[in-house]
């Protein structure tokens, strides 16, 4: 039972252009979500987060959606740039249950100059 | 903060032998998970510890399996009677107090031959 997914496993973006990675879940404790970035033989990076109790959040170039009621958050990155290339993780966990994290499968983004 | 740091970065053994992983968390960081990823999924949660304390377990950790945070500072994780199915990438993470994002090592990529 996976309980959070990533539909696409790939996306392919010109740069300059905006990036938007899709993300669902079906478990309603979540009450928090993560996105990490990740390169090969590499640990998974913080991007940025966002609480259930808010619906966006915005880092730079990197904004976070979340809508608690169709269960489904995003990303989006503007303007995308060539080093943003690399598989994207979104992440849920709960606070009444240890804030272990669970990930969806990822999806790989390449940015094209 | 120096980041987390894992060691080994890289074992290769062969099936039925033991290995060690070491997690070193950032300092002052309490709560300390491993996660599990495997080629083309997201890491799955293994265990986590807050401060000495192991509170929880996955199903996935199998009496093969142990992990261990003697002094509440660094973490090892063992695996005994390796089979080839354990070959993975293993994460480990830390978290600092009552704050929800986690900070991953680098990893340690295990290849049972």
């Known amino acids: 039972d996976q309980q959070v997914k990533q539909n696409s496993p790939s996306l392919s973006v010109q740069e300059g252009r905006i990036s938007i990675l899709n993300c669902d879940y079906t478990n309603s404790m979540f009450d928090y979500f993560l996105w990490y970035k990740k390169y090969p033989a590499e640990g998974p990076t913080f991007l940025i987060s966002i609480s259930s109790i808010k619906d966006k959040n915005e880092d730079g170039r990197f904004t976070v959606f979340l809508n608690k009621s169709a269960k489904h958050l995003s990303l989006h990155i503007v303007p995308s740039q060539p080093g943003d290339s690399a598989v994207y993780f979104c992440a849920a966990s709960s606070y009444n249950a240890g804030n272990m994290l669970t990930f969806g499968g990822g999806t790989r983004l390449m940015v094209k100059p | 903060d120096t980041g987390v740091s894992q060691d080994p970065r890289h074992k290769i053994t062969k099936r039925g032998q033991n290995v060690t992983f070491r997690c070193d968390p950032i300092s002052e960081h309490n709560r300390l998970y491993w996660y599990r990823q495997t080629l083309g999924q997201g890491p799955e949660f293994l265990t986590y510890?807050?401060?000495?304390?192991?509170?929880?377990k996955s199903r996935l950790l199998s009496d093969r399996f142990s992990a261990e945070r003697p002094k509440g500072s660094f973490s090892t994780l063992e695996i005994q009677r390796t089979e080839q199915g354990d070959s993975a990438m293993y994460l480990c993470?830390?978290?600092?107090?009552?704050?929800?994002?986690?900070?991953f090592g680098p990893g340690t990529r295990l290849l049972v031959l």
């Open positions: 993470a830390s978290v600092r107090g009552s704050q929800e994002t986690q900070y």
């Open positions: 510890f807050q401060n000495e304390a192991q509170l929880e």
